[in-house]
């Protein structure tokens, strides 16, 4: 059994019980269910297939502003996310993880996932283009003080919802817009 076995478990808990806001949405998480029940090894980033990722939009407590990561690779403003690692508890850990690692904050994340993105890229580690398969959380900022730089980023900073970076991609547009509306809705 995979080290991660726990971390399957916890997706495909999360992705079965989710309510997709959408029907493409709905039609990913069953891909990502069935890609599951496909691959134990699903959560692993040594699957060359593909393998799931987490990560979280992350705002500020009056939701006025988003923290973005300037990313090294990809070279384009991003929410904070990446690997899975067999310590994390579940798939929310590993994106309130990957938000500390990657901007310095800690983080109050919604329980259940806001989003599901698939996209291709070329991992370190593999020679062939694999995919990500993100499962993208949403929540505030405990702390917001100072952000830090990590090694995968050229820069991190706080950005106001109305005036987000040049070149930043639709679907973080579209995930920035969806993470707010979750958070209004449960205030």
């Not at 691959?39 to 923290?67: E, K, M, Y």
């Not at 990809?74 to 994106?95: N, Y």
């Not at 259940?112 to 398969?133: K, N, Q, S």
């Not at 547009?173 to 509306?181: A, C, I, N, T």
């Amino acid at each position: 059994m995979s080290a991660s076995a726990h971390l399957h478990a916890d997706a495909v808990d999360a992705l079965g019980a989710w309510a997709a806001p959408s029907s493409g949405q709905a039609a990913l998480a069953q891909s990502y269910l069935a890609f599951l029940a496909a691959r134990p090894d699903a959560c692993d980033r040594t699957c060359a297939p593909g393998h799931l990722t987490a990560s979280a939009i992350v705002f500020d407590h009056d939701l006025t502003h988003v923290a973005l990561v300037l990313h090294r690779i990809v070279g384009a403003w991003l929410q904070p996310g990446g690997h899975i690692e067999a310590t994390d508890a579940s798939l929310r850990d590993a994106a309130r993880r990957e938000v500390r690692e990657e901007l310095g904050l800690e983080v109050d994340l919604d329980p259940t996932p806001v989003h599901l993105d698939c996209h291709p890229i070329t991992c370190r580690g593999h020679t062939r283009l694999t995919r990500h398969l993100d499962v993208r959380f949403v929540g505030r900022a405990v702390t917001g003080a100072g952000l830090a730089l990590s090694d995968e980023s050229h820069r991190v900073g706080w950005w106001p919802l109305a005036d987000l970076p040049d070149g930043t991609f639709d679907e973080v547009r579209d995930l920035v817009e969806l993470g707010r509306l979750r958070l209004l809705q449960s205030a």
